[in-house]
């Protein structure tokens, strides 16, 4: 680990609101067995240096974007001002339960709606005592700020959301961040590869569940190493294809958020605190501060977009009956 | 016990947190003033036919209880609790109180291991059940006066494939009928889930608005009516077989393998299912469906 902790330094690219963005593992073994394996002890330990961090950086707000909350009628964001429950996770429910009380930063929440609204998404609130907040940001609610002494706001992942769509949800983020005036650590929750070994847990190997898993894990992580969020953004599709086992997500997004509310470039000074398995999916802590000094090997090939008017099929070259998704009239076809 | 227990009944039983909210039962904080009457009335008809049966336990797949390492069986004996739904939570916010049949889930738990399948008990008391088992409970039985059993939906078909999930669902359904019988008790299963599942992604300003309500796509209907034909012609063996392509033309939700469990219990019945009723919820495609068993 870097000791000294950064001081962001904000090019035209970057979301000068955002104190530093964090990509951090949901699976509830660090925070209810640190010592069932060395590899969730690790783990443990590295999000505790991450809580240190994200305490010295005083952020008015944590941000959470969870791919453990899925949401299919748009987008939903958490709005109850406490909510509060005991966990248990569906799968891990041996492990033990969660008791959390959080902090929601409702005005946050109204004006990311709104902003949300204004750029053409479906959004809503969502405000209901005993609601399932999902086990990816009850795990990393309570291990980075264990005391709730931060405010948090927490925004689903829409399952069927594609790239444009979900640049924009991270562009409404950051719309919001400026109207309230919140200064805010960014979080993407979510595992790298997600290939569970199927096997009973107590046989199960500390490994990564397939090689192939293993080598992109290890690609993403030599990018984000280097600060260039933005390529691994784009490398998102193939990522999916790749290390990914969903039959209904559409794709892997918790990279196209997080670069677009942080800013889409590879202007950042990475550092990855851990990367271990947790029953063959791959669990890394990443965390990505904004700097001036951006990283080389520029991959930029997609095209940005300011409103969502529906997907556009990159690699394919579909065009949407109503757009190509970036605001302009489909052209006829000669 | 000496006497051999049985299955008595199988259903479809479509579990979409639409038909609790527009039946208004007291359990559920928010109300409607109508709404999916084609599906509720499946239900009081599958509740009336209940009536003239006598069984001790409702047992309930569903697929919103869903592990990725095995299947797992509710083994504490009573949860108490509030479900919210975490897609419909304006429609879905029920207070449960129910009864779990701890023995007969740990024999069929051990009875799969046997068989070689990775399964667990869920002893955890603070464990919150899903919708998919609440509102299949609900519909069919609304006195909550029978203890159940809860099976998870292990996600062999987005891991693998159909056909995987299909081996597995057989051999779950054979440890479930053996330790049935071993029982003594009667038991009527709930296969939790719709047939098509492709559905909008916007809902109208009233949710029971119902002159908005219709199948997503004509092509899934005409999968859905085919797999209903099947049911009243008793031709389960074809239900097998056309499973995997009916499941990737309409996203349907048997992936989570109810179906197919339910049918292997019952030793692939050959009598044909009686319906009780078909009808969508935000164009998906709902069908109530019956078997007795033999």
């Known amino acids: ?86 966990l248990v996770d569906d799968e891990w429910h041996d492990l033990g339960s969660i008791p959390y009380e959080f902090s929601t930063d409702v005005e946050f929440a109204k004006a990311y709606n709104q902003a949300n609204i204004e750029r053409g998404l479906k959004s809503r609130l969502t405000a209901y005592e005993g609601f399932p907040i999902d086990t990816g940001s009850v795990v990393c ?39 309230t005036n919140r200064k805010a650590v960014v979080i993407s929750i979510s595992s790298l590869s997600n290939r569970y070994s199927i096997v009973e847990p107590e046989k199960c190997e500390d490994a990564i569940s397939s090689k192939k898993d293993e080598e992109w894990n290890q690609k993403f992580i030599e990018f984000l190493e280097k600060g260039r969020l933005e390529d691994v953004s784009q490398l998102s599709r193939q990522f999916h294809r790749e290390a990914r086992v969903t039959k209904k997500v559409v794709n892997y997004k918790p990279f196209w958020w997080l670069a677009s509310v942080m800013g889409e470039t590879n202007a950042y000074e990475g550092e990855v605190y851990e990367y271990q398995p947790v029953q063959g999916t791959g669990a890394a802590l990443i965390g990505l501060t904004p700097t001036a000094q951006p990283a080389p090997d520029l991959e930029f090939d997609e095209d940005n977009v300011e409103v969502f008017q529906g997907d556009r099929n990159v690699l394919a070259g579909d065009q949407e009956e109503s757009g190509d998704g970036f605001g302009r009239d489909e052209e006829p076809l000669q | 016990m000496s006497t051999k227990g ?28 109508c709404g999916w009457e084609t599906l509720r009335w499946a239900y009081e008809r ?17 697929p919103h209880w869903r592990t990725q390492i095995g299947t797992h069986f509710l083994g504490y004996p009573e949860f108490k609790s509030l479900s919210v739904d975490p897609i419909f939570p304006h429609l879905f916010r029920f207070h449960y109180d129910l009864k779990v049949d701890v023995d007969l889930a740990r024999s069929i738990h051990d009875r799969a291991k046997e068989k070689g399948m990775i399964v667990k008990m869920m002893e955890n008391p603070d464990f919150r059940i899903d919708y998919g088992t609440i509102t299949a409970l609900q519909m069919t039985r609304p006195e909550w006066d029978k203890p159940i059993i809860g099976i998870s939906s292990v996600g062999r078909s987005a891991y693998f ?79 097998f077989d056309v499973m995997t392509d009916f499941t990737e033309q309409t996203i349907s939700e048997c992936d989570g393998g109810g179906l197919m469990w339910m049918l292997s219990a019952m030793g692939m019945p050959t009598t044909p299912a009686k319906i009780h009723g078909y009808g969508t919820v935000i164009g998906t495609g709902n069908v109530v469906a019956e078997w007795r068993g033999q």
């Open chain 1, 1 to 86: 680990m870097k000791d000294a902790l950064k001081t962001p330094e904000y090019t035209e690219a970057h979301c000068k609101n955002v104190l530093k963005g964090f990509v951090l593992p949901g699976l509830p073994h660090p925070l209810l067995k640190p010592d069932g394996r060395p590899a969730w002890k690790k783990l443990r330990q590295a999000y505790d240096r991450v809580a240190k961090e994200v305490e010295a950086l005083n952020p008015d707000l944590i941000l959470i974007y969870s791919t453990y909350w899925a949401s299919i009628l748009g987008h939903q964001i958490q709005a109850l001002p406490n909510p509060s429950w005991t």
């Open chain 1, 141 to 179: 609610l309570k291990l980075l700020d264990p005391n709730n002494k931060f405010k948090s706001c927490i925004v689903s992942s829409n399952i069927y959301s594609d790239r444009a769509e979900q640049i924009i949800l991270g562009k409404g983020a950051k719309d919001a961040l400026q109207r």
């Open chain 2, 6 to 33: 049985k299955i008595v009944a199988g259903c479809m039983a479509p579990h979409p947190p639409h038909l609790v909210y527009g039946e208004n039962p007291p359990q559920n904080e928010p109300k409607s003033e």
């Open chain 2, 46 to 62: 599958l509740r009336d036919s209940l009536k003239e049966i006598d069984y001790d336990v409702l047992l309930v797949h569903s």
């Open chain 2, 161 to 239: 494939s159909m056909d995987v999930m299909q081996e597995e669902m057989i051999k779950l359904g054979e440890a479930t009928r053996e330790a049935i019988e071993a029982s003594g008790k009667k038991v009527v299963l709930l296969a939790s889930h719709s047939l098509s599942h492709r559905h909008f992604i916007t809902e109208p300003e009233i949710p029971e608005d119902m002159s908005q309500e219709h199948i997503y796509h004509h092509g899934q209907y005409l999968w859905d009516m085919k797999m209903i034909d099947l049911m009243k012609k008793g031709d389960v063996q074809t239900i």
